[in-house]
């Protein structure tokens, strides 16, 4: 079955500091969408990023980045002169074999100033 | 603009009654869901329904009942049953496959006083 780790509950780090996010994902599927959404305080989920597990490069958005490693099934996410507005709870998520999706835990971000 | 509207944002509910969360969406989107988010649980899948008049059952759906009456409308009733039921509720909807992700509403706080 899908499963989907973010080991990381909570981080904070300081204003500027790089911060990387982890998921670890577990599927039988050859073929699979990998997601990465935020949750702002509001309560929203915001999609952030969808990827193919056919397409192994890096993607970058601004200061947001993410590493697709299918070797080690992991798909991080890495921001870069982290900001206050990029603190959030952090959801990383497959879709299982019924189309629905799975999510992760998440991870709660804090950028202190 | 198309979106996903829940209502109300914060609902108290006192022990003992059913409470009704309405949850519109304008995207033309065919599958709905509901989750279910407590503090370090992540999201869980309570119904989800993918086509006008059918639903499912997803991971919790003890204590709750859903209706889908109209393409535009998921709304969820926490019945007496659900034993604890103080949580924070989010509605989802997709084109009807999960790997296309989710768009999500801004959530409806409940608490049983």
């Known amino acids: 079955a899908q499963k989907v780790t973010q080991a990381q509950t909570e981080i904070s780090v300081v204003e500027k500091e790089d911060v990387t996010l982890d998921c670890v994902y577990e599927?039988?599927?050859?073929?699979?969408?990998l997601f990465w959404y935020k949750q702002p305080p509001s309560g929203e989920l915001v999609f952030l990023i969808r990827?193919?597990?056919?397409?192994?490069q890096n993607e970058i958005s601004g200061r947001y980045s993410w590493n697709f490693q299918k070797s080690t099934s992991s798909f991080n996410f890495t921001i870069t002169a982290s900001q206050v507005v990029d603190s959030a709870v952090y959801f990383c998520?497959?879709?299982?074999?019924?189309?629905?999706?799975?999510f992760g835990k998440g991870t709660r971000l804090h950028i202190l100033p | 603009d198309g979106g996903i509207t829940q209502s109300p944002k914060y609902l108290f509910r006192k022990e003992g009654q059913n409470v009704t969360l309405s949850c519109e969406q304008n995207?033309?989107?065919?599958?709905m869901y509901w989750y279910r988010q407590d503090p370090g649980q992540g999201l869980r899948l309570i119904y989800y329904?993918?086509?006008?008049?059918?639903?499912q059952k997803g991971d919790i759906a003890e204590g709750y009942s859903v209706s889908r009456e109209k393409k535009e409308s998921f709304p969820l009733t926490v019945t007496s049953a659900q034993k604890n039921p103080t949580a924070f509720y989010l509605c989802?909807?997709?084109?009807?496959?999960?790997?296309?992700?989710?768009?999500f509403g801004s959530g409806t706080r409940l608490t049983v006083v």
């Open positions: 989802a909807s997709s084109i009807g496959y999960g790997s296309y992700g989710y768009t």
């Open positions: 599927t039988r599927d050859t073929t699979y969408y």
């Open positions: 990827r193919n597990s056919f397409d192994e």
């Open positions: 998520a497959l879709p299982n074999r019924d189309d629905k999706i799975i």
């Open positions: 995207l033309n989107h065919d599958a």
């Open positions: 329904s993918q086509i006008v008049n059918d639903f």
